[in-house]
């Protein structure tokens, strides 16, 4: 992560699009790998701003005997930010992925319930909506399943699940940790390459240095699918900025950011001059859209 504060990259991110509500009471699933930590220490150096309350909260599977040693770094952290962890132990019997999730999300609903908290947060990022979009894909899928995971909904009766992290390269979770002096364990299953998802991470592994920026292409088209199937309003006011550029000049070299700095502003109400690509510019004046070209 660059420059000399790397945890505003970290607290930006948490702060977009009010995943993350002020006031609330939330449960961090932290099983002490380096983007749950990362995402405690984050939520817990913005809880005094935000009015957060936070339990941080540990589920062992039951299923490896190293499991010790990551309720242990999940302990120091609750140490090290003074936060109250709750730690859970499985029966052990699920093996495939399914049961293994459903019985840890069972967990957190009852650690969450207990601690009075509306909100679980998940330390989910980029690369992890990039295998889950593929996931979709691979087994034949609509738009719900290639808008991949969302940033949040409902889980249970009174619970939502949050992922603020969803547009965050995992590099970056690890430079965090890196930078603040943070410990944290590897989960030594995640290279067994007989688990679907470890194997489409695997191959993610080889296709990204031949197309940079791959995951966070995946999240936009992710994030754009799950917004046109929900016919939300930024959908409609994105549709209206390409509709206008693409009339008057056409869209190829139009970058999305471009596109998304004029649908911010249109959201807003505000107005200015947006650049879309060389020699062509949007203007947004009360609400009302022109294109202007220029050598």
């Not at 495939?96 to 999300?105: F, G, I, K, P, T």
């Amino acid at each position: 992560m660059r420059g000399a504060h790397p945890e505003r990259a970290l607290h930006d991110a948490i702060l977009r699009g009010g995943v993350v509500r002020a006031g609330e009471r939330i449960v961090v699933a932290c099983s002490g790998g380096p983007d749950s930590v990362a995402l405690a220490a984050a939520l817990a150096s913005l809880a005094p701003a935000l009015d957060l309350h936070l339990t941080l909260a540990y589920v062992n599977h039951g299923t490896r005997a190293s499991a010790w040693q990551d309720e242990c770094v999940v302990l120091r952290i609750g140490a090290t930010f003074g936060l109250p962890v709750r730690a859970v132990s499985l029966a052990g019997d699920a093996s495939d992925e399914a049961s293994l999730r459903d019985a840890r999300y069972a967990a957190l609903v009852a650690i969450a319930r207990d601690a009075g908290a509306g909100a679980i947060a998940t330390a989910h990022h980029a690369e992890d909506q990039s295998e889950t979009v593929l996931l979709a894909l691979f087994r034949g899928t609509g738009p719900a399943g290639l808008a991949g995971m969302p940033a949040r909904r409902p889980l249970a009766a009174g619970v939502d699940l949050i992922r603020p992290l969803l547009l965050q390269p995992a590099e970056e979770l690890r430079s965090y940790c890196h930078a603040e002096a943070l410990p944290y364990a590897i989960d030594p299953t995640n290279a067994d390459a007989e688990l679907r998802r470890n194997a489409v991470r695997q191959a993610l592994t080889g296709l990204r240095p031949l197309f940079p920026g791959l995951d966070g292409a995946i999240a936009r088209a992710a994030e754009l699918t799950a917004h046109e199937d929900a016919a939300s309003s930024r959908a409609g006011l994105r549709r209206q900025v390409r509709d206008a550029v693409e009339v008057d000049c056409g869209l190829k070299d139009v970058a999305f950011a471009h596109v998304e700095a004029a649908v911010l502003a249109l959201e807003r109400g505000g107005s200015g001059r947006f650049h879309m690509k060389d020699g062509v510019d949007l203007i947004i004046e009360a609400g009302r859209l022109r294109v202007e070209t220029h050598e």
